[in-house]
């Protein structure tokens, strides 16, 4: 069996997350992972896709090892869902501030806080 990625690593530390963190509240979500499109479909697509409340929040996930960038196509993904409404955001790994950013800004979503935002850097740059 193959060793997972840093990136798939991160992936999966933020959908357990984001899973402790709803559940608990009893709160109205859906999350789905987007696969890579393998010559169908648009490229570009967040790792993430989260309804949370009727609010729309697309996550892509970068490694904080490798200190990965979104594509371009990525970020114009992530630019037009937040100028559609949305919440848009870059999450590099499951570092603690990181994290901890991601809980704060989906409890203020969920508790109907806030306005839609962009998050395309760091909170704390390595």
Known sequence: ????????????????????????????YSLRNTPAPMGIGKGGRPDMMLILN???IEIEVKSAV??????????????ETFNAGGDA??????????LGWLKDRLLEIYRGE?????KLRRINAL
């Open 1 to 28: 069996m193959a060793s997972m990625t840093p990136e798939t690593r991160a992936k999966i530390a933020i959908t357990k997350m984001i899973h402790a963190l709803l559940r608990p509240l009893s709160a109205a």
């Open 54 to 56: 009727g609010h729309t």
């Open 66 to 79: 490798s200190r990965g960038k979104p594509t371009p196509l990525q970020e114009q993904w992530l630019r």
């Open 89 to 98: 955001w870059v999450v590099w790994g499951d570092q603690e501030t990181e």
């Open 114 to 118: 806030g306005v839609p935002s962009l």
